[in-house]
């Protein structure tokens, strides 16, 4: 499968890579952050400097497949943002986000979406997949919730005796033309 656009929301310095492997299946490839001095602006076909926050500078449907990798947690209004992929979309959204359980592993953060609270890595929210289920625009999208597993450690197998989640991965496949 091909994408003739594919828009990488909040580029960064690609901490996390697992979005990078939708790169190659697109033709163009735009890349957007609210930093302008960020790496991930060499791995795109254009960079733009925009907050992903409020409403993003492009028409409905102007791309194929967009993707945001460990973004939506970060920001004040996920909701706004989560809407947004949706009307940027044309085919394809896929987001990850931390799992909730595996956030709550950090013991400087405690609550639970909708409660807010920033930790040391920035996170303002958590999310289960219920809230991505609840909130998605079901007359023009087909949600596919997964949960990604990251291997442990040997102390962390001793701490944690059932099997770590450590990300959902949310896909939004269009319904309709």
Known sequence: MRFSRLLDITVGDHAHKEHLRYYPLADYTVGVDIRNNVLGKYDVDEFLT??????????????????????????????????????????????????????????TQKKIFPKKETDARGHVYQFRPQWFRNNVNQQKWLIDVRFNYKPLTVLEKIIIPFPHVSEIEVTLRRTQP
């Open 50 to 107: 925009m907050d992903c926050e409020n409403k993003l500078d492009f028409e409905d449907d102007s791309f194929d497949m967009v993707i945001s990798d460990h973004t939506i947690e970060h920001l004040e209004n996920p909701l706004q943002f989560y809407r947004e992929l949706q009307r940027v979309g044309k085919k394809f959204v896929v987001i990850l986000t931390p799992h909730w359980l595996a956030d709550s592993m950090n013991r």
